[in-house]
Every structure is written in C-alpha cells, then in structure tokens.
C-alpha cells in the first residue's frame, strides 16, 4: 500500500504559476498527476516512469513539467502560464504497471489537491 499526498494547490490569476508536490511512502513506481474539473471526467496531465521517460497531456505541453526526486520520495509539477481552463482536482497517483497517461492503469491515489485559475 502507498500513502500519497499532494500539496501546493491554490488560487492564481491567469499566466502566474503553481508547483504541486506528492509526498510518497514508496516510489518505486511510475508516477503521474491527474486532474479533474466538475462535471467532466479523469484525464492524465503528465506522468514520469521510474526511470524519467515523462509524458504529457497534448493540453499542457510547453506549460506544465513533471519531475520527481527519488531520494525524497517526491513527485512534483510545475505549472506555468497557467489558463482558467487548468482550474480542476490535481491528483497523484502510482502505477505498479505500465507507465500511461490512463488513469485505470495507476494502482494509487491521492486525495487531491484544488487548483483554481482566475482570468
């Protein structure tokens, strides 16, 4: 069982900047932040391997970068520029298996943290 939880959520105005961090009991897992805005579903936003290969949303490319710290047990995301359309539940999650921007493949999760982007 992994423990996960996130930090660093808050309320920005349009084109300012946040940085999530995931707090994990084990890492040894491909990890991934997921985000999800009332009345729509789950999707992925990015997501690293145990090994660093990342993936991102084609939604947040050249915005939004995922890392992680495997001496500290920390997944972390970076958002810059952010948009009013960002503004959603940021999760953490771990896959045991592949590594995947689908969320039915992560074993995992966090309780969320909000993220709310003013214009």
């Known amino acids: 069982q992994v423990q996960l939880v996130e930090s660093g959520g808050g309320s920005v105005q349009a084109g300012g900047s946040l940085r999530l961090s995931c707090a994990a009991s084990?890492?040894?897992?491909?990890m991934g932040w997921f985000r999800q805005a009332p009345g729509k579903e789950r999707e992925g936003v990015a997501a690293?391997?145990?090994?660093?290969?990342?993936a991102y949303a084609n939604s947040v490319k050249g915005r939004f970068s995922i890392s992680r710290d495997n001496a500290k047990n920390t997944l972390y995301l970076q958002m810059n520029s952010l948009k009013p359309e960002d503004t959603a539940m940021y999760y953490c999650?771990?896959?045991?298996?592949?590594?995947?921007?689908?969320?039915?493949?992560?074993?995992?999760w966090g309780q969320g943290t909000q993220v709310t982007v003013s214009p």
């Open positions: 999650a771990a896959s045991s298996s592949v590594f995947s921007l689908t969320s039915r493949n992560y074993n995992y």
């Open positions: 084990g890492f040894e897992y491909n």
């Open positions: 690293v391997s145990r090994g660093g290969f990342t």
